[in-house]
């Protein structure tokens, strides 16, 4: 689950289906009772109608775990100061790092690392989109330690810089 809107659509099913929770955050939910299978399966058919699904392997989960704290730092976060991003993931998912980087980079084939630079990339690419953000700003909010270390990572995961991509949003694709 990635925002409150979800949070939301999940707690509204979830009372559609008469199910009782003690809580739902960003990738968990926790269920007062047991459930039957077939009301699981129901309520896996419901949250798949909004993009959403139930995992119930360990590792799928503790990935999920891991995204979603990489999420709250990048996207939900107004915290200026450098995270520590490996002491934050293990906090959130409560495991120690290297084991969390072992099984996410066994699973999805990158690292934890190259994940994180690509979701910071993702929010820069939304910001330059949607908001009339300064580049400097930007640079400031998601903590990079300059307009040129953004810009020179921007380029090297896109191919543009950041000023070319903003000026020429309306013409590339996907972005129309």
Partial sequence: MESHRCI?????????????YKSVELGEIVIKENISLEKLQLMDSELRNFGLEIMSDRQSIIIDKIKTAIHQLICLTNDHAK????????????????????????TLGVTIEKYIIAQKIERVKELLVYDNTSLSDIAYDLQYSSVAHLSNQFKKVTGLTPSFFRQHRNKLPGLS
């Fill in 8 to 20: 939301a659509t999940v707690k509204d099913e979830l009372n559609k289906l008469g199910l009782h």
């Fill in 83 to 106: 995270p520590n991003y490996s002491k934050f993931i293990s906090e959130k998912v409560n495991l120690d790092y290297n084991s969390l980087s072992h099984i996410f980079s066994g």
